[in-house]
């Protein structure tokens, strides 16, 4: 069994900043590529950064510069740091993480439940 979980939503006004963070465990071997979505009501669930375990990242072009994100391998986390925060980035967001488990042996995709951010204007 794995378990993704994310912390650090919230209420921030724009301009502000919010780290989220996320840690995924249970029966891994090992992590490939990790990343955060975002839904907004109404809206399909979309892309905003994902990183791979050698350290290479991508960005949707909406938070270019606003965004880093940042993983550890050693205790499986992977972390998104969003400066300038603006009131469209208010959505729901998803960690994700592509997970090579060891109980089944197999590779899959897992999410975390969500964490609201809220930008107020």
């Known amino acids: 069994q794995v378990q993704v979980v994310e912390s650090g939503g919230g209420l921030v006004q724009a301009g502000g900043s919010l780290r989220l963070s996320c840690a995924a465990s249970?029966?891994?071997?090992?992590?490939?590529?990790m990343g955060w979505y975002r839904q907004a009501p109404g809206k399909q669930r979309e892309l905003v950064a994902t990183i791979t375990s050698g350290g290479s990242t991508n960005y949707a072009d909406s938070v270019k510069g606003r965004f880093t994100i940042s993983r550890d391998n050693a205790k499986n986390t992977v972390s998104l740091q969003m400066n300038s925060l603006k009131p469209e980035d208010t959505a729901v967001y998803y960690c994700?993480?592509?997970?090579?488990?060891?109980?089944?042996?197999?590779?899959?995709?897992?999410w975390g439940q969500g964490t609201q951010v809220t930008v107020s204007s």
């Open positions: 994700n993480a592509n997970i090579r488990t060891l109980n089944p042996w197999g590779q899959y995709d897992y």
């Open positions: 249970g029966s891994i071997y090992s992590i490939n590529a």
